[in-house]
């Protein structure tokens, strides 16, 4: 079965400043989705940034963007001029590529704070 | 266009009362998952349907859940004679088909006294 693993539960960065958070991931498929999701304190999520498994480049949203290691089952998300808005769980998320089912299977977050 | 719509976003329940989730994709989605966070926890799949058909209801508990979306209107979740440890948000989200993303409604708190 496919797990999604957040080793950090919680984070802090300085406004301005960069942090990474780190998501690994297990599965014996080769055609997969891996997304980042924030939930914010009112509890909506919001799809922060998606990668293609098949694609070698990693994808970049603005200030977002992935470091995405197929080989090692890694997909971190970097954070570039952290803003206070950024304050918010973090959710890693796994989905197959093909296959009946179109279930996202999530990690159990990181809660990142950001100080002024 | 309106997002994913799920009423009410805030339910209280006394134990062995019912509970029923309605969610309203978003328009052009036939693709509906119910999602359940439990407190300081990430979210777990309950269930994937496309219209009038469930698809995947591996994540649903075997007895008191259900879940239904009927050609006309929106998903039901229902959860019948609750306990307190159904207490949790429950998510719905809707995609345009299988292989699109998902965007997740705002959930419905459901607290069970």
């Known amino acids: 079965a496919q797990t999604v693993t957040q080793s950090q539960p919680e984070m802090s960065v300085q406004e301005a400043e960069t942090v990474t958070l780190s998501c690994t991931y297990d599965?014996?498929?080769?055609?997969?989705?891996l997304f980042w999701y924030k939930q914010p304190p009112s509890r909506q999520m919001i799809l922060v940034i998606r990668?293609?498994?098949?694609?070698?480049q990693n994808a970049t949203e603005n200030r977002f963007s992935v470091n995405f290691q197929k080989a090692a089952k890694s997909f971190s998300l970097k954070i570039s001029d952290s803003q206070l808005g950024d304050a918010a769980m973090y959710f890693c998320a796994y989905r197959e590529g093909g296959g009946a089912t179109n279930k996202l299977i999530f990690g159990t977050g990181t809660l990142l704070a950001v100080q002024p | 266009n309106a997002g994913v719509m799920q009423n009410p976003r805030h339910l209280v329940r006394r134990r062995g009362q019912e509970a029923r989730l309605r969610c309203s994709p978003m328009?052009?989605?036939?693709?509906v998952y119910w999602y359940r966070q439990l407190p300081e926890e990430g979210l777990k799949f309950m269930v994937y349907?496309?219209?009038?058909?469930?698809?995947?209801e591996s994540g649903m508990p075997k007895e008191r859940f259900s879940a239904e979306f009927p050609k006309e209107g929106p998903s039901i979740l229902r959860i019948q004679q609750v306990v307190r440890g159904d207490s949790a948000a429950y998510f719905c989200?809707?995609?345009?088909?299988?292989?699109?993303?998902?965007?997740f409604g705002p959930g419905t708190r459901l607290t069970v006294t």
């Open positions: 599965t014996s498929e080769s055609d997969y989705y």
């Open positions: 990668q293609e498994a098949y694609k070698q």
């Open positions: 328009k052009g989605h036939s693709h």
């Open positions: 989200a809707s995609s345009q088909s299988k292989s699109y993303e998902q965007y």
């Open positions: 349907l496309q219209k009038e058909n469930i698809i995947d």
